[in-house]
């Protein structure tokens, strides 16, 4: 059993790997299909002869890579990274979403358990902190670069 790369059309990741599981072949277990991977769906299969029965089948499916991925190659894929990774206490970010969308502010504080940072708001006349999270904000100026 091993880990292949299936080569499909950009874009169309998703659909490929939804393609694949819905076959129900015996001898595919699983397909993942990474947002930060394009062009490609990664499929765990008993062996790779599997695919020559099923790819001329599945549209958008182009072809698979030669060779066999291992669990730690792809390992990355499966763990969600945080929102609140690669921010840190004083730099500056805009609001994205929310009630202060268009808003720049400065990191008082980062809780990566609930993914969330304070911020306090810089047009603001008294400072005032808000909590929002991670994915609402985008880092403008990083005081560690």
């Known amino acids: 059993m091993g880990i292949y790369a299936v080569k499909t059309t950009a874009s169309q990741e998703r659909t490929v790997a939804e393609m694949i599981i819905n076959r129900e072949e015996p001898d595919i277990h699983a397909a993942l ?73 400065q990191v008082q504080r980062i809780d990566e358990g609930k993914d969330q940072v304070t911020v306090e708001l810089y047009e603001a006349t008294v400072p005032i902190p808000v909590t929002v999270r991670g994915d609402q904000i985008r880092v403008l100026d990083s005081e560690e670069r």
Request: glycine letters at 8%; charged letters at 25%; zero cysteines.
């Open 33 to 105: 299909a990474p947002d930060s991977l394009t062009s490609y769906v990664m499929v765990e299969a008993e062996d790779a002869a599997v695919f020559d029965r099923i790819l001329d089948e599945i549209p958008h499916a182009n072809g698979i890579v030669q060779g066999e991925s291992s669990i730690a190659e792809v390992e990355h894929f499966l763990s969600p990274k945080p929102d609140v990774e690669g921010i840190a206490e004083g730099d500056i970010v805009e609001l994205i979403a929310g009630p202060f969308k268009g808003e720049k502010a």
